[in-house]
């Protein structure tokens, strides 16, 4: 991905100094604005990282998978399932809270999504807090129906010893969800 990015930056410094007459520092200008953001990220390591609380989850109906736990694992083929076999079954807002185990420095999230994609996390809300009490709101996202990670930015690095996720919807409408990864990153 960065040396697509290398590359179609090449390509538009030399379509912009052939065909605008530009100066190439003025196009470098340019081209920052265009991918705006060149700050370093730097994963965060979940291993102390552990659930602190959820809504629900599927202990018994998925084999040996569908733990709130199995977002921290870091194997894409286990994954959290709200609650399908409890009489009522969990309904969203489903709710994960885990506990980062003392204060870090957070820029954001990546998630993934069940690598099947069923159930597959649409709408959320992610909230921190360094108490476990007060919560700050970090915005609403919409994550994408797909297999990759994605990325939950906050903007700038936040001080945080929890973090929870609130699961608003799903993609298939559904009163389910199912979530493979949490991890982290911090801006450098």
């Not at 109906?61 to 694992?73: I, K, N, P, Q």
């Not at 929890?162 to 493979?180: M, P, Q, T």
Request: hydrophobic letters at 35%; one cysteine or more; charged letters at 20%.
């Amino acid at each position: 991905m960065k040396r697509a990015k290398n590359i179609n930056g090449i390509l538009f410094l030399l379509i912009a100094v052939a065909f605008l007459g530009c100066e190439p520092d003025q196009v470098l200008y340019q081209t920052n604005q265009v991918f705006n953001d060149t700050r370093i990220k730097v994963n965060l390591k979940p291993s102390n990282w552990t659930i602190e609380s959820f809504s629900s989850e599927e202990d018994s109906g998925e084999g040996d998978t569908g733990r709130a736990a199995d977002v921290l694992d870091a194997d894409l083929e286990t994954y959290w399932h709200s609650c399908w076999t409890c009489d009522p079954p969990g309904q969203h807002p489903h709710e994960l809270v885990i506990n980062f185990g003392s204060e870090i420095s957070i820029g954001g999230l990546q998630l993934a999504q069940r690598q099947t994609l069923s159930r597959a996390v649409k709408d959320i809300e992610v909230e921190i807090s360094t108490d476990g009490s007060s919560w700050t709101s970090m915005g609403n996202f919409t994550l994408s129906k797909v297999a990759e990670l994605q990325e939950v930015d906050f903007s700038e690095n936040k001080t945080a010893k929890y973090v929870k996720i609130i699961i608003k919807s799903s993609h298939d409408g559904s009163i389910y969800a199912a979530l493979a990864q949490v991890s982290g990153y911090a801006y450098e």
